[in-house]
């Protein structure tokens, strides 16, 4: 909580202006000086002649635009930027798709009704969109307008029945109304080891919630989605993984990607391809090939197995397995693939005598589809957690499935 002296719109102000774009490229350097210790480095900005509240707030946005880089997000050197702004924002690669997306479909202007830091709106003007963005905070709604500069920002509340009845009747069918709606609340639970606010999983709870969002009367609206939302009939959505981890259900209430479902692959900080979802497998594998393949979990999400295993000449390990199979080598950034050291029948100790006989005494375990603790499966193995083969525990035809497997290549 700020200080009762300190207005935080004020310093808002400030942070923008010439003088605070100043103090914030001389607190990076201080903090460079002093090996990133806070405290020299806000004692020596302090006697530059800044006051604390502005020497503090210059210092913030050093310490955020360093978490901003840790977490993928490469914000511009003038960016302003708040730690729940940070929690919720999209993606560089994430946002510049959706954008290249909404351009595609014939969009010229995009209302933003949710523009927070300004994440989706750089990206949204970045592909030559004009955007009108909406942001209830004021101090939030100053960043903006400083991070968005071509954007016209409007510092209002959405929901506010008098606002965007006026703001729709500027679009054209063609154009979109994006929304990114608040899914972790600020004064809220926060995780213990991460200290971010923890997420909120009904869609209702939402800010705005979906049934406001699905009742804008507009033809075409694009929200980004928490990855475990299932949009209802009528709506498209692609579930996008960066680096193996689904961030959001990207939902558009008209064709914007050419599926009523897909998946969308980003790995180390490039689009590597959409999969678009297919009838469901009736094919499974009579037996383990010689490899198995891990397959990104935004293909399982999507319903892009069967499409994905049809396109690769592999088979699911069974109807209630996200691993696939087969006897030839395959390279695809959905997939980790691994050849097949041996299958682990039997009791737990008949697996440690044949893990034995093969000299392993440490693995990494990866449970899919099953309710399995990793921790446990070492446990009821007698092996060490460490790098090296890996156990691969799924779901087979009949019953769980235990494969020792060592990476075909790197793990990415």
Not at 18 to 33: C, Q, T
Not at 113 to 121: E, K, N, P
Request: hydrophobic share 40%.
């Amino acid at each position: 909580m700020p200080a009762p002296d300190v207005d935080p719109l004020g310093t808002a102000e400030w942070l923008c202006s010439p003088a605070g774009d100043e103090a914030r490229v001389r607190a990076a350097a201080l903090a460079d000086e002093v090996g990133g210790d806070p405290l020299r480095a806000a004692a020596r900005l302090r006697g530059t002649g800044l006051p604390p509240d502005q020497a503090s707030a210059a210092l913030d946005q050093v310490v955020l635009h360093r978490l901003a880089r840790e977490r993928g997000m490469a914000p511009g050197p003038g960016m302003l930027l708040t730690r729940d702004g940070l929690e919720a924002a999209t993606g560089p690669v994430v946002a510049r798709h959706r954008a290249d997306l909404i351009r595609a479909s014939g969009a010229r202007r995009v209302l933003d009704l949710t523009g927070g830091l300004g994440f989706d709106t750089r990206a949204l003007t970045d592909a030559g969109l004009e955007v009108q963005a909406i942001e209830r905070d004021p101090v939030i709604a100053r960043y903006l307008a400083h991070n968005c500069p071509t954007a016209h920002v409007v510092n209002a509340d959405a929901t506010d029945p008098s606002v965007v009845p006026g703001l729709l009747a500027e679009l054209a069918p063609t154009d979109v109304v994006f929304v990114d709606p608040a899914r972790r609340d600020p004064h809220g639970a926060r995780e213990a080891t991460t200290a971010r606010a923890r997420p909120e999983r009904d869609p209702e709870r939402w800010s705005p919630p979906w049934s406001w969002v699905a009742a804008i009367p507009h033809p075409r609206i694009a929200v980004k989605a928490a990855p475990a939302f299932r949009p209802p009939e009528g709506w498209q959505a692609q579930w996008v993984s960066v680096d193996r981890t689904v961030v959001e259900c990207a939902t558009y209430s008209w064709d914007a990607t050419g599926h009523s479902r897909s998946a969308a692959i980003v790995l180390r900080g490039t689009l590597r391809g959409v999969i678009p979802a297919g009838v469901a497998s009736e094919s499974f594998a009579e037996r383990v090939g010689t490899s198995v393949h891990e397959v990104d979990p935004a293909v399982s999400r999507a319903g892009s197995l069967a499409a994905l295993a049809a396109e690769l000449d592999l088979r699911p390990l069974g109807p209630d397995s996200s691993w696939l199979t087969g006897d030839h080598d395959v390279s695809h950034p959905a997939l980790r693939s691994f050849r097949v050291i041996a299958e682990l029948d039997g009791p737990p100790r008949e697996r440690r005598r044949r893990l034995s006989s093969l000299g392993i005494t440490h693995a990494s375990v990866k449970c899919r589809d099953v309710a399995v603790q990793p921790q446990q499966v070492l446990r009821d193995l007698g092996l060490l957690e460490g790098s090296g083969p890996v156990i691969a525990v799924t779901r087979s035809r009949e019953a769980t499935m235990m494969l020792l497997a060592e990476p075909i290549q790197p793990v990415s």
